[in-house]
């Protein structure tokens, strides 16, 4: 399983970006594949931003970037994307982008349970 994982960049409070990943490998059946995001800042353990199953239900946020952020997935492009919104400078962190086999749609959010990330993207805003 490969990541690609692009969109990131550097703007300011209130501006909105777009990132997105390329999953390749995983299987004839992506369905059995949930995918999600995960950030890291300076200086503090990586954490949980937000996931999708395979199925496209359940979708789970951290409760820091509900209603914030929207995770959707593009199934004939094998991509996942997250849209953030209104950023803030605590959204900054290098974002990774984590594939999980998955076929009974649990969901996993906890970064120990992940077993297949990408290669980060770096999201500075600036206030």
């Known amino acids: 399983v490969q990541l690609q994982a692009s969109g990131g960049g550097l703007v300011q409070v209130g501006a909105s970006l777009r990132l997105s990943c390329a999953a390749s490998?995983?299987?004839?059946?992506?369905?059995?594949?949930?995918m999600g995001w995960f950030r890291q800042a300076p200086d503090k353990e990586r954490e949980f931003v937000a996931a999708?199953?395979?199925?496209?239900?359940?979708?789970k946020y951290a409760d820091s970037v509900t209603g914030q952020f929207t995770i959707s997935r593009d199934y004939a492009k094998n991509t996942v994307n997250l849209q953030m919104n209104n950023l803030k400078p605590e959204d900054t962190a290098v974002y990774y982008c984590?594939?999980?086999?998955?076929?009974?749609?649990?969901?996993?959010?906890?970064?120990?349970?992940?077993?297949?990330w990408g290669q980060g993207t770096l999201v500075t805003v600036s206030s």
């Open positions: 999708i199953s395979g199925r496209g239900r359940p979708i």
């Open positions: 984590a594939a999980d086999y998955d076929p009974h749609s649990i969901v996993r959010t906890t970064t120990g349970e992940i077993v297949y």
């Open positions: 490998g995983l299987s004839s059946y992506p369905m059995y594949w949930s």
